[in-house]
């Protein structure tokens, strides 16, 4: 078995922690996103008041509310992403190992040809909306990660300090989706409905200005940083213990030195 199921295993695990450890955050910020700027005593000021506001009329339940959902979740996504992820980088390595005489230019010459400019941007809507903070994330990580490994390897600490900053620079470009994504999802009047993202970033714009779309951004970098910090610092640990799992029950050979880290 490969180590593509490891991965999958310490990305599940590193996810369901950071999650726990984060989620107070996470609701704080939910509730700010989908507040529409009103100046009412129910209304949350900012990361701190929403804390204790919630706290006093809900409880330390209220922080938690929809952990479970959001465990299960996560867990599912890092998965799957980590073991689909790591698929396609061993995949695309090997292929271009195997044929380095094909470029980017020419595999784009090819679409061209075949399906003209629409096939170059084939999905690219749905995938930008979809994915964006990730891309931006893990390009980030990687680039600065492929810099550091060239002089030193790399500690548990490095992994918690790079998670915390590529996730830093990714929340900041995709967070005024993430509010209009947000809204969308909760019931709206008619006259505040956004028939798209786009529909949605103009109205917000035109009513609440540049303000409206970042929107409990506090709450919601700070829970973003320390949420993709331990996640990578805890998926590199996790890793080693879904290999030695794996070794246990017979589902992988044992190994004197794990490979894919």
Same mark, same amino acid.
């Given at each position: 078995m490969s180590d593509n199921v490891a991965h999958a295993l310490s990305g599940a695990g590193g996810g369901v922690v950071a999650? !726990?450890? @984060?989620?107070?955050?996470? /609701?704080?910020?939910? %509730? +700010?996103?989908?507040?529409r700027g009103g100046t009412g005593k129910n209304e949350y000021k900012n990361t701190? *008041?929403?804390?204790?506001? !919630? +706290?006093?009329?809900?409880?330390?339940?209220?922080? $938690?509310?929809?952990?479970?959902?959001? !465990?299960? &979740?996560?867990? !599912? @996504?890092?998965?799957? $992403? =980590? =073991?689909c992820y790591e698929a396609t980088r061993?995949?695309? %390595?090997?292929?271009?190992?195997?044929d380095k005489n094909q470029t980017a230019l020419s595999i784009a010459t090819d679409i061209f040809q075949q399906e003209g400019i629409a096939g170059l941007y084939a999905g690219v809507g749905a995938a930008l909306a979809l994915v964006i903070n990730p891309i931006i994330q893990y390009t980030v990580f990687e680039h600065i990660k492929t810099k550091i490994v060239?002089? %030193?390897?790399?500690?548990?600490? *490095?992994?918690?300090?790079? &998670?915390?900053?590529?996730?830093?620079?990714?929340? &900041?470009? /995709?967070?005024? =989706?993430l509010v209009v994504k947000s809204r969308m999802q909760i019931s709206q009047k008619a006259d505040e409905k956004y028939t798209s993202v786009l529909d949605g970033l103009r109205k917000i714009l035109s009513t609440e200005g540049v303000k409206g779309l970042y929107g &409990?951004?506090?709450?919601?970098?700070?829970?973003?940083?320390? @949420?993709a910090a331990f996640l990578f610092m805890a998926k590199e640990v996790l890793f080693d213990w879904s290999l030695w799992m794996l070794v246990l029950v017979g589902a992988r050979k044992r190994l004197a030195v794990p490979s894919g880290k």
């Amino acid at each position: 078995m490969s180590d593509n199921v490891a991965h999958a295993l310490s990305g599940a695990g590193g996810g369901v922690v950071a999650l !726990i450890l @984060t989620y107070p955050l996470v /609701s704080i910020s939910s %509730r +700010l996103q989908v507040q529409r700027g009103g100046t009412g005593k129910n209304e949350y000021k900012n990361t701190a *008041d929403a804390f204790f506001k !919630i +706290l006093g009329k809900e409880g330390c339940k209220g922080l $938690y509310s929809g952990l479970g959902s959001g !465990i299960f &979740g996560i867990a !599912i @996504t890092n998965g799957v $992403y =980590y =073991y689909c992820y790591e698929a396609t980088r061993l995949t695309v %390595r090997k292929g271009v190992q195997s044929d380095k005489n094909q470029t980017a230019l020419s595999i784009a010459t090819d679409i061209f040809q075949q399906e003209g400019i629409a096939g170059l941007y084939a999905g690219v809507g749905a995938a930008l909306a979809l994915v964006i903070n990730p891309i931006i994330q893990y390009t980030v990580f990687e680039h600065i990660k492929t810099k550091i490994v060239k002089v %030193r390897a790399l500690s548990s600490f *490095d992994f918690f300090l790079l &998670g915390a900053f590529s996730k830093l620079v990714a929340t &900041g470009v /995709s967070y005024p =989706y993430l509010v209009v994504k947000s809204r969308m999802q909760i019931s709206q009047k008619a006259d505040e409905k956004y028939t798209s993202v786009l529909d949605g970033l103009r109205k917000i714009l035109s009513t609440e200005g540049v303000k409206g779309l970042y929107g &409990g951004l506090q709450s919601k970098i700070v829970q973003s940083m320390l @949420t993709a910090a331990f996640l990578f610092m805890a998926k590199e640990v996790l890793f080693d213990w879904s290999l030695w799992m794996l070794v246990l029950v017979g589902a992988r050979k044992r190994l004197a030195v794990p490979s894919g880290k």
